[in-house]
């Protein structure tokens, strides 16, 4: 499994961005209805820090307060991709955005926002938001 983040970029305070999460590897066993999915992100100079979480199976989500009603995780099933939609971007949500995905269906994860929690990690993408 390799995953692939993309869509970040430079935005203003106040805009908007739509992460993808997705595994393009042929044959590789990754489907999101058997892997719970998270975003995290990372600040220079901080610890990488969970964000939102879909689980595998049922599709239930969780978010960081951080990000809470400003932030939407979603899945397409059809096309295996996982998104992050980014509303009302402030200037300390800069940072490099990961996905990362974790074997399994269960709607209840122990410690979902902790990097030890996952098996497969993309590489990033950087999300800059401007005052």
């Known amino acids: 499994v390799q995953l692939q983040a993309s869509g970040g970029g430079l935005v203003q305070a106040g805009g908007s961005l739509r992460l993808s999460c997705q595994d393009p590897t042929q044959g590789s066993g990754f489907t999101l209805d058997s892997h719970a999915v998270a975003w995290f992100r990372q600040a220079p100079g901080k610890e990488r820090e969970g964000i939102a979480l879909i689980t595998g199976g049922s599709g239930r989500i969780t978010y960081a307060d951080s990000v809470k009603g400003r932030f939407t995780i979603s899945r397409d099933l059809s096309k295996n991709t996982v998104y992050l939609q980014m509303n009302s971007l402030k200037p300390e949500d800069t940072a490099v955005y990961y996905c990362?995905?974790?074997?399994?269906?269960?709607?209840?994860?122990?410690?979902?926002?902790?990097?030890?929690?996952?098996?497969?990690w993309g590489q990033g993408t950087q999300v800059t938001v401007s005052s």
């Open positions: 990362a995905a974790r074997r399994g269906v269960s709607d209840y994860i122990f410690r979902w926002h902790s990097i030890d929690t996952y098996d497969y």
